[in-house]
């Protein structure tokens, strides 16, 4: 199952209601750890419905654009690989929900960031105009704070938490 590269181009936004979630067309449980983060690259490892798991590593500075491969790995030994995680292990339910032909993937996060919801739209190319829904709060794109990394690493600042009143 070899990886692949792919330019991750994304826009990401906090939510501030449940309005989406009718449209909901999955949800998928999701653990997440980071085993090595650098200020350009990451490696991370995510469980799904405790029964797949993923290593991903991605490189790059900038928010809109990153590279990225991804392997499959057996399960058990990512729960193992999850005990040798920086910082914290993120929980999160993650749902999609499909909106003018774009598909937005809604993390609610569990745990220590009970209360966060972020949503993140993949694109095309940089100068895909995905429709905005009315259930999105403020653009986080590029907000270093709103990234897994972060919230997986650093101290959690309640602001961060609680930023869901624009």
Known sequence: MGGEMAKEIERKFLVINDSWRGRATSATAMRQAYLSVNSDRSIR?????????????????????????????????????????????IEKVRYTVDVGGFTWEIDVFEGAFQGLVIAEVEMRSEHDRPEL???????VTGDRRYSNQALATERLKPEVVHAVSN
């Open 45 to 89: 490892v995510r469980t799904s419905n405790e029964k797949s798991a993923k290593l991903t590593i991605k490189f790059g500075k900038t928010a809109m654009v990153r590279d990225e491969f991804e392997y499959d790995i057996p399960f058990e030994e990512a729960l193992e690989m999850i005990t040798f995680a920086v910082g914290s292990v």
């Open 133 to 139: 829904p009315a259930w999105l709060g403020r653009e």
